[in-house]
Every structure is written in structure tokens, then in C-alpha cells.
């Protein structure tokens, strides 16, 4: 399996532009999440997945984020407007409670997109 | 609230010698922890999990400890090898979530040839 796939790696935007992060996770993993990591903030969840649907999303930051998950194999994150303050990375992972798909609860991270707003 | 608390934000150890990296958590009780590595420009790679039931476990050259009463995880990396330099975070579960993690800030570890 290629592991979890994230596009763009890198993405640099001026202010008020809209910027769409992608993401597949690993075939098979039922539960997909979505952090931002900083080096104020660390690693935060923004909002999570179960079968294609938004379990919990408390973590977005504002009514500019938003996520989707039109089916199992790709979800998107979208900021609009996107704010200098959004600058940091944002990571994707995948897991699943199925039998046999991870005994240790374990997550499964993408390289992430670093997002530098201007 | 939950709050995860790793030690200091750098450790500079000798190759060789064994790495000690500390993780403390406050308000929760949780079912186990977790132990990520990551890499600059990478994201957490997952190393091990210890449950509340477990004082020790071990992988290779990774031990964890797991004291509940102490509400304190340590994590030992023994015969230290400049290829172990990465930051290390510890993540439980979020109180009230099956499936949510909460990580620490990390400890960035730097093993000298």
C-alpha cells in the first residue's frame, strides 16, 4: 500500500486567496483525521471522519475551514478566506477498528502540506 | 481539561548512551499511550503502545514504561544511534473518544556521533 497520500506537499497563497488540501487515505481505514501542526500550537486535531462522515469537527478553527469526505478514498480540507495566521502544516491520517486493521489503535500519517499564506 | 506534558523541548545525548524521554499527563485516567517518531518534513510515524495494564513493554531497542499513578509515561531508547535523532511524541487517547489521539509538543532528540 502506498500509505496515506496528501497533495499538494507545498502550497504558498496570498491573503484571501481559497486553498483546497487533499488527501487519500490507506484503502481499507474506515476512520480519517485531519490535524494542523505549528510550532506554537503543535500537533491539533481539526476534525475526523467515521465511514464518511464528520464525527467531530470542534476543532476548526473558524467557519473558513471547512471538510469533506465524498467517499472512503479522498477527502478535502478548504480554508476560505486563507489568513497568514493559517500558515503551518497540515497532516492527514487514517485508521480503522476493523479486525486485523490495527490492534494498536494506531494512526497512519501522510507527509502533509505545508501552507504559507502571504 | 486533558493536558500532555513532555520534557524539555531538546535532549542532546551522546551516541551510544540511553535517551530518556518523559511524558506526563493530568486530568484523564486513559485506557494507554502512545509513542510517535517524526521527522523533519514527515509526518509521526507510530513506534508503540503501552495499556494501563502494562508497566513496561518493549520493541527492539525501545523500552516504555507506563506508571498510572504517577500519570507518567517514560520512553528509553538504549545504544543510541545518530539515526534515532527525530522528535519523539506521546499521544492518549481524547477523554470521551474512542478514536480521537491528543499529542504532546514533543521532545526533539539529537543523538551526537
Known amino acids: 500500500d502506498a500509505g496515506v497520500i496528501q497533495s499538494p506537499r507545498h502550497e504558498v497563497t496570498e491573503m484571501g486567496q481559497e486553498v483546497t488540501l487533499r488527501c487519500k487515505p490507506i484503502?481499507?481505514?474506515?476512520?480519517l483525521f485531519w490535524y494542523r501542526q505549528t510550532m506554537m500550537r503543535g500537533l491539533e486535531l481539526l476534525i475526523y471522519?467515521?465511514?464518511?462522515?464528520?464525527?467531530?469537527d470542534s476543532g476548526m478553527p473558524e467557519d473558513r475551514f471547512s471538510a469533506k469526505m465524498p467517499n472512503a478514498s479522498f477527502s478535502t480540507l478548504k480554508i476560505q478566506p486563507s489568513e497568514p495566521r493559517d500558515s503551518a502544516v497540515y497532516f492527514c491520517?487514517?485508521?480503522?477498528?476493523?479486525?486485523?486493521?490495527?490492534?494498536?489503535?494506531?494512526?497512519?500519517f501522510g507527509p502533509g502540506t505545508r501552507l504559507t499564506v502571504l | 481539561s486533558q493536558k500532555i506534558e513532555q520534557n524539555s523541548e531538546a535532549l542532546n545525548i551522546q551516541e551510544g548512551k540511553t535517551a530518556t524521554l518523559t511524558c506526563n499527563y493530568t486530568n484523564y485516567s486513559p485506557a494507554y499511550l502512545q509513542w510517535y517518531r517524526q521527522d523533519p518534513g514527515r509526518g509521526p510515524v507510530f513506534l508503540l503502545l503501552?495499556?494501563?495494564?502494562?508497566k513496561e513493554k518493549r520493541k527492539e531497542r525501545l523500552k516504555v514504561t507506563f506508571d498510572t499513578t504517577l500519570k507518567q509515561s517514560l520512553f528509553h531508547i538504549t545504544a543510541s544511534q545518530p539515526a534515532d535523532s527525530a522528535t519523539y511524541l506521546c499521544?492518549?487517547?481524547?477523554?470521551?473518544?474512542?478514536?480521537?489521539?491528543?499529542f504532546g509538543s514533543g521532545t526533539q532528540l539529537t543523538v551526537l556521533p
Open positions: 491520517a487514517s485508521s480503522t477498528m476493523r479486525s486485523g486493521g490495527g490492534p494498536n489503535n494506531e494512526q497512519f
Open positions: 471522519f467515521n465511514n464518511n462522515v464528520p464525527i467531530d
Open positions: 484503502s481499507g481505514h474506515d476512520y
Open positions: 503501552i495499556r494501563e495494564n502494562e
Open positions: 499521544a492518549l487517547p481524547t477523554s470521551g473518544s474512542a478514536r480521537q489521539l491528543t
